[in-house]
């Protein structure tokens, strides 16, 4: 997570217009029917197990919840990139595959970053903010990105350049002009957090009107869709990450980390409406 990396995602004034260099093809007509290809069964299988007597869970070395559905929709989504004739590699949880320290820069391909589950341990406790997260890089840049939560009934999308949507209705980040007037979701401050991380974060919140902890994946797409303000995660992994940013660009937010960059590679992630950006940061430092 050591890498530092300022151009994750491309310019947020949305120059390259959804098409990729040189090609007339934008990145929804690319990426668009195999993402969603793999996101309609990752649903399916998801909720085969959701809140059933079929669930079962087992832990990592990390202790971190993992169970069947997992695996079996990750190794699913990358049966889909190889059947779907579309040039791409594939990096998940679960499996691994590519360099997780560093964007692959090679413009000659792109790869899909999977999570399979994020919020397994909700999804375990019958809890349903859980979802199956994609992201598609291209020469270090996030260009395609999709969340989708079956047991919320809710996916987000969006392709750099194209607009992000909810369920297929665009949507927008909120209007808030100032953290004290807004309300921000972070990540929980527990013992996996060290004595400096856990002052900020708490930091952060009780800057805002309203504070909430909750996590991963679901608070941006609040912030994206402009129900919420602000939202922070803290030592995220790139596939925890890898579709929340473009998002939240693509509605008009800002997705960077801390310092000010536009990555997935630092395990923080902090996503605003933009209005109340530099004033949520500077309150992290």
Same mark, same amino acid.
């Given at each position: 997570m050591?890498?530092?990396?300022?151009?994750?995602a491309?310019s947020s004034?949305?120059s390259?217009?959804g098409?990729?260099s040189g090609?007339?093809?934008s990145y929804s007509?690319?990426y668009?029917?195999?993402l969603e290809?793999?996101?309609?069964? $990752?649903? $399916?299988m998801a909720?085969e197990?959701?809140?059933t007597?079929a669930?079962?869970?087992?832990?990592?070395l990390?202790?971190?919840?993992?169970?069947?559905?997992?695996g079996?929709?990750?190794?699913m $989504?990358r049966?889909k #990139?190889?059947?779907?004739?579309?040039v791409l590699?594939?990096?998940?949880?679960e499996?691994?595959?590519g360099?997780?320290?560093?964007?692959?820069?090679?413009?000659?391909?792109?790869?899909l970053?999977i999570?399979?589950?994020d919020?397994?341990?909700e999804f375990?406790?019958?809890i349903?903010?859980?979802g199956?997260?994609?992201?598609?890089? =291209?020469g270090?840049?996030i260009?395609a990105?999709?969340?989708s939560a079956?047991?919320?009934?809710?996916?987000w999308?969006a392709?750099?350049?194209e607009?992000?949507?909810? =369920?297929?209705?665009?949507i927008?980040?909120?209007k808030t002009a100032?953290l004290?007037?807004?309300m #921000?979701?972070?990540?929980?401050t527990?013992?996996?957090k060290g004595?400096?991380?856990?002052?900020?974060?708490?930091?952060? $919140?009780?800057a805002?009107?309203?504070g909430r902890?909750?996590?991963?994946?679901w608070?941006?797409m609040l912030?994206a869709?402009g129900a919420?303000?602000?939202a922070?995660?803290?030592?995220?992994?790139?596939?925890?990450l890898a579709?929340?940013g473009?998002?939240v660009e693509?509605?008009?937010?800002?997705?960077? =980390?801390v310092?000010?960059?536009?990555?997935?590679?630092?395990g923080?992630?902090?996503?605003t =409406?933009g209005l109340?950006?530099d004033?949520?940061r500077a309150?992290?430092q």
């Amino acid at each position: 997570m050591a890498e530092r990396e300022e151009r994750v995602a491309a310019s947020s004034d949305g120059s390259s217009q959804g098409r990729q260099s040189g090609s007339m093809t934008s990145y929804s007509e690319r990426y668009g029917q195999v993402l969603e290809a793999i996101a309609n069964e $990752a649903d $399916a299988m998801a909720m085969e197990y959701f809140r059933t007597a079929a669930m079962r869970v087992t832990r990592k070395l990390d202790g971190t919840a993992l169970t069947v559905a997992d695996g079996a929709i990750e190794a699913m $989504a990358r049966a889909k #990139v190889a059947a779907s004739g579309v040039v791409l590699d594939v990096f998940g949880e679960e499996m691994g595959a590519g360099d997780s320290e560093a964007p692959l820069k090679s413009a000659s391909r792109a790869r899909l970053i999977i999570d399979p589950i994020d919020g397994t341990e909700e999804f375990s406790r019958g809890i349903p903010t859980f979802g199956t997260l994609l992201g598609v890089e =291209n020469g270090g840049e996030i260009v395609a990105g999709m969340a989708s939560a079956p047991a919320l009934g809710a996916r987000w999308w969006a392709y750099r350049g194209e607009g992000a949507y909810r =369920n297929g209705q665009k949507i927008q980040v909120s209007k808030t002009a100032r953290l004290d007037e807004a309300m #921000v979701f972070t990540t929980g401050t527990g013992p996996s957090k060290g004595k400096e991380a856990r002052e900020k974060i708490r930091r952060l $919140a009780d800057a805002a009107r309203n504070g909430r902890a909750i996590g991963g994946f679901w608070q941006h797409m609040l912030v994206a869709e402009g129900a919420i303000d602000a939202a922070l995660d803290w030592t995220s992994k790139p596939w925890d990450l890898a579709p929340l940013g473009i998002i939240v660009e693509e509605a008009g937010g800002r997705s960077t =980390n801390v310092r000010g960059d536009r990555t997935i590679y630092t395990g923080d992630l902090l996503s605003t =409406n933009g209005l109340i950006h530099d004033e949520a940061r500077a309150v992290l430092q």
